[in-house]
């Protein structure tokens, strides 16, 4: 109970949706918020176990206190109307079946909780079958419904319950309404799904093999995981983008755990690499994505907020360097064909890749000032462009006008740039050869008197230094005081001897008599 509480509380902070920190105000959860995010889905839901779990906790004391009962029929019954609110969105929405019949039977399954409290056993029993039968259906309907025969001998004792007190009664038959009509839009869902629903077998081809996807929980990632795809490659917004590739990489690890977990699969081996490199694919657009964003505050075409971070070549650099990482553990796939048109794109991404990253290391050493290092850099960029360009050219692939493109614009930056190097070096030399030249003229002036302790090669031989100046320049000097140093000799001073205290004659104790 506890934790539906902190979990209910942190997806409302999630999605901002409080009720105030002073004065409480009840918002109410509507459709159309569904529509902008599922997790107000997820508060419905964890609302109606946190009073499902409080029902049961209470339920430890109810034989002993009527009010502990009274309590727990409340709850129950604020159970069932957060179930029949999820029911009802999920049926307004149009969510799929499998959804739609979930929402269904647990439904059933709360309203048999409390008429079963409540001592209905007809009715409790009606809604308990409800629920047995939905998850028995979709049990036969998915591959793996191992999680709905659970649920389904869960409520199997209280069936048996609910039988035993109505043959006491004297019941021999329990119809209702409610069932058959629930039971027939079962099979009409049903019927629905089977007709709509995508084919028994995903077949997949990748590198020359193919392999067929059976598995429903691998069949719906995989629908995620492509539509997420596509929202990526249509959105502007980087933010955005970064929050796509992060659910693109939660459904391949999600994937993968279900394929290892999975023992019936057949080439298992080459779907884990199939998705591995699905996965690292991914990976590298996201960062991509993170390199574009810096270099666009570089640039200034984005503004850097108040209190951010500043971007700075260094971190492009790093990027770069995890990009290459994902390349090279691409090409440690073992499906991968050595001689497959991927692996030759491998080989031409790695090789621009790395142009950008020596690229960005030479900025840094431009902003350092070390000018002859970024030309040298702007130069292993110039080369590293022309392979790449005839790389690039030799074969055809769907990226190849794309990838072509960023290198020629890449090969005028690294033009611009270090045309900017020379200049910046060329202006530098000058300004240090000039400095020497201004200090070689004032040294010219100088004598050689005054200046013994520095060593200077002459460039002209025939140049001979200045040794002194003829006559020697006057020089200021302090003035002696010769007439105070003899007058004091013939100073009389004044007799003080009458003014200084004469020592008395009486002893320690003779003072201390007298007072003295």
């Not at 902190?6 to 509507?30: D, E, M, P, R, Y």
């Not at 990632?221 to 249509?234: G, I, R, S």
């Not at 960062?287 to 200034?300: E, R, T």
Request: glycine content about 4%; overall charge negative.
């Amino acid at each position: 109970m506890n934790k539906a509480v902190v979990s209910t509380q942190s997806t409302g902070k999630g999605l901002k949706f409080l009720h105030g920190a002073k004065k409480f105000s009840n918002k109410k959860i509507t459709p159309e918020l569904f529509v902008k995010d599922s997790r107000y889905m997820q508060i419905i839901l964890i609302r109606a176990e946190r009073a499902w779990a409080y029902a049961m906790d209470l339920k430890q004391f109810a034989n002993t206190e009527s009010r502990k009962q009274v309590h727990l029929i409340s709850k129950l019954k604020k159970a069932v109307l957060y179930a029949a609110e999820l029911e009802s969105n999920c049926v307004l929405l149009k969510c799929d079946a499998t959804t739609q019949l979930e929402a269904k039977a647990y439904h059933s399954y709360m309203t048999g909780m409390l008429l079963f409290e409540q001592g209905s056993w007809q009715n409790a029993l009606l809604s308990f079958t409800a629920a047995q039968k939905i998850y028995n259906k979709l049990a036969d309907a998915v591959e793996d419904g191992t999680l709905y025969r659970e649920k389904h001998d869960e409520m199997t004792p209280k069936v048996q319950y609910c039988m035993y007190n109505i043959q006491s009664m004297g019941v021999e038959r329990v119809e209702g309404e409610e069932g058959g009509v629930l039971f027939a839009e079962l099979d009409s869902i049903i019927a629905q799904k089977a007709t709509k629903a995508s084919p028994a077998v995903h077949e997949i081809k990748w590198e020359g093999k193919s392999f067929s996807i059976s598995n429903d929980d691998v069949k719906i990632l995989l629908v995620q995981l492509e539509d997420n795809v596509q929202l990526a490659k249509e959105c502007t917004s980087h933010e955005k983008r970064l929050e796509l590739y992060e659910e693109i990489l939660s459904s391949c690890r999600d994937i993968a755990q279900l394929i290892k977990k999975s023992d019936k699969l057949e080439c298992k081996q080459l779907m884990t690499d199939y998705f591995s490199y699905i996965r690292i694919v991914n990976t590298i657009d996201r960062f991509l994505v993170m390199a574009q964003q810096v270099a666009d505050k570089l640039k200034g075409v984005v503004e850097t907020h108040v209190g951010g971070k500043t971007a700075r070549p260094e971190d492009l650099v790093r990027l770069y360097d995890i990009i290459l990482q994902n390349y090279a553990d691409m090409k440690d796939i073992t499906s991968l064909d050595k001689d497959g048109e991927i692996y030759r794109l491998v080989d031409v991404n790695t090789q621009f890749y790395r142009t950008k990253r020596c690229f960005y290391i030479a900025e840094c050493h431009l902003v350092q000032s070390n000018w002859l290092n970024a030309i040298v850099l702007y130069d292993k960029c110039t080369e590293h462009i022309a392979q790449s360009l005839s790389a690039a050219q030799s074969f055809n692939f769907p990226a190849q006008q794309g990838l072509c493109e960023e290198m020629r614009v890449l090969e005028q930056q690294v033009y611009s740039q270090r045309c900017s190097a020379h200049a910046s070096a060329f202006l530098q030399t000058q300004l240090v050869e000039d400095a020497t030249t201004d200090a070689l003229e004032s040294d010219k002036n100088k004598m050689l008197a005054d200046t013994l302790e520095d060593f200077k090669i002459r460039k002209n031989v025939n140049e001979l230094p200045t040794i002194a100046t003829l006559p020697p320049d006057f020089q200021t000097i302090p003035c002696k005081p010769t007439f105070f140093d003899i007058s004091l000799n013939h100073i009389d001073f004044p007799n003080l001897d009458e003014r200084v205290e004469k020592e008395s004659s009486l002893s320690g104790w003779g003072k201390w008599i007298w007072g003295r």
